[in-house]
C-alpha cells in the first residue's frame, strides 16, 4: 500500500509527539503552565516559578527548543534564552511548513 503525503505527513507528527514523555513532557507542562506569547521566561523565572531544578529544566528545555515544542524570543544578558512553549497546532503548523520546505529544496520543480 502505498502512503499519501498526508499520511507520511502525520506519522512524522505522531512520531514527534511520541518524543514527549517523562521528564520532558513534565517541563513541557511547566513551560505551557507558565508562559504564553506576551510573556515568556528563561529557565532561571521559569525554575523561580515551579521549585524545578535548574539541572533538570535546562537539558529538558534544550530538548523541547530542537524538538520545535518551545520557541526562543529572545535572550536575557547572563540567563540565556526567554522561552515560551508552543501549542500542538502551533507544533503541528510549524511541522507541516517545514516538511514542506524540506520537499521543496529536494524537488525545486514542485514549486512551479
Given at each position: 500500500?502505498k502512503?499519501t ?6 506519522a512524522?507528527?505522531?512520531?514527534l509527539?511520541d518524543q514527549?514523555h ?7 507542562d511547566?513551560?505551557?503552565q507558565h ?13 523561580d ?6 539541572l533538570?529544566?535546562r537539558p529538558?528545555?534544550?530538548?523541547l527548543h530542537?524538538?520545535?515544542f518551545?520557541q526562543c524570543?529572545?535572550r536575557?544578558a547572563?540567563?540565556g534564552?526567554?522561552?515560551?512553549a ?7 503548523r510549524?511541522?507541516?511548513?517545514q516538511?514542506q ?5 529536494q524537488?525545486?520543480q514542485?514549486s512551479?
Amino acid at each position: 500500500m502505498k502512503l499519501t503525503p498526508a499520511q507520511i505527513r502525520n506519522a512524522a507528527f505522531r512520531e514527534l509527539i511520541d518524543q514527549l514523555h517523562g521528564q520532558r513532557q513534565t517541563v513541557l507542562d511547566l513551560w505551557r503552565q507558565h508562559t504564553t506569547g506576551e510573556h515568556p521566561l528563561t529557565t532561571a523565572e521559569l525554575a523561580d516559578k515551579t521549585g524545578f531544578s535548574l539541572l533538570t529544566l535546562r537539558p529538558r528545555t534544550t530538548e523541547l527548543h530542537q524538538l520545535g515544542f518551545l520557541q526562543c524570543v529572545g535572550r536575557v544578558a547572563r540567563q540565556g534564552g526567554l522561552y515560551r512553549a508552543l501549542s500542538t497546532a502551533e507544533v503541528r503548523r510549524r511541522h507541516q511548513a517545514q516538511q514542506q520546505a524540506d520537499t521543496l529544496a529536494q524537488h525545486p520543480q514542485l514549486s512551479l
